[in-house]
């Protein structure tokens, strides 16, 4: 039985490690001043019961840098994961903007260098060099102070970096990638996986007029 919607890949994981996999984690937590827009896990959402979904990167002329299968969820911890898999083959950039850039900020600031984020080059780089923003289409759903100051993309403290940048990139992508998205949804691991590689491959190669 799957009565989770799981794909088959995390079915197999839930059949050998139990139910309790699928929990909320309390890692997830960023602190006490949390921001009034925020994600979880999984089971923190009880109305969402579909595990298609995925998370990407973007340059800001819209080439697509990454991505990464999400299950349900986008809580810091797996945006966390998805940016330190790119590090790993390239380079972070200097400015990232997210529309729930605090949490992650909330995360980074309240986790470096405990077991949920430890210190490694990466890590060191987001903590100490990459500034985390919202775009300003997400900004008038943020309250919190930090929010308002120095997660705004126009702080002084980022130095003008996001200047002239369409922090509209994303939303107008998935646009267009929503037009696939029934078709997708019926795909599990690793056909979905395989499907995205040759996708964004495509759709970064029709961005660049390259063929291959």
């Given at each position: 039985t799957?009565?989770?919607?799981?794909?088959?890949?995390?079915k197999?994981?839930?059949?050998?490690?139990?139910?309790?996999i699928m929990?909320f984690?309390?890692s997830?937590e960023?602190?006490?001043?949390?921001?009034?827009v925020?994600r979880?896990?999984?089971?923190?959402?009880?109305?969402r019961t579909?595990t298609?979904?995925?998370?990407?990167?973007?340059?800001p002329?819209g080439?697509?840098?990454?991505?990464?299968?999400?299950?349900?969820?986008e809580s810091?911890r797996?945006?966390l994961r998805h940016l330190i898999?790119?590090?790993k083959i390239?380079?972070?950039?200097?400015g990232i903007?997210y529309d729930?850039?605090?949490?992650?900020?909330?995360?980074?600031?309240?986790?470096?260098?405990s077991?949920y984020?430890?210190?490694?080059?990466?890590?060191?780089?987001?903590?100490?060099?990459?500034h985390?923003?919202l775009d300003?289409f997400?900004?008038?759903?943020?309250?919190?102070?930090?929010?308002?100051?120095?997660i705004?993309?126009n702080?002084?403290s980022?130095n003008?970096?996001f200047?002239?940048?369409?922090s509209q990139i994303a939303?107008q992508?998935f646009s267009?990638?929503?037009?696939?998205?029934a078709?997708w949804?019926?795909y599990t691991?690793p056909?979905?996986?395989i499907?995205?590689?040759?996708?964004?491959?495509?759709y970064?190669?029709k961005?660049?007029?390259?063929l291959f």
């Amino acid at each position: 039985t799957n009565p989770h919607g799981l794909c088959a890949m995390h079915k197999e994981q839930v059949d050998r490690l139990g139910t309790q996999i699928m929990k909320f984690d309390p890692s997830n937590e960023v602190s006490d001043d949390e921001c009034n827009v925020k994600r979880h896990e999984l089971s923190d959402n009880k109305i969402r019961t579909l595990t298609y979904g995925f998370l990407a990167s973007f340059y800001p002329c819209g080439i697509i840098a990454g991505f990464d299968e999400s299950i349900r969820s986008e809580s810091p911890r797996r945006v966390l994961r998805h940016l330190i898999k790119i590090g790993k083959i390239g380079k972070l950039p200097l400015g990232i903007m997210y529309d729930n850039a605090c949490s992650i900020k909330l995360y980074i600031n309240a986790r470096y260098g405990s077991v949920y984020f430890k210190s490694t080059s990466i890590s060191n780089q987001l903590f100490n060099k990459v500034h985390f923003v919202l775009d300003s289409f997400h900004q008038q759903n943020h309250t919190c102070h930090m929010c308002k100051n120095e997660i705004k993309a126009n702080h002084p403290s980022h130095n003008n970096m996001f200047d002239c940048i369409n922090s509209q990139i994303a939303e107008q992508t998935f646009s267009t990638i929503l037009h696939y998205k029934a078709h997708w949804s019926s795909y599990t691991y690793p056909k979905s996986f395989i499907n995205f590689v040759i996708f964004f491959h495509l759709y970064n190669c029709k961005l660049t007029n390259t063929l291959f």
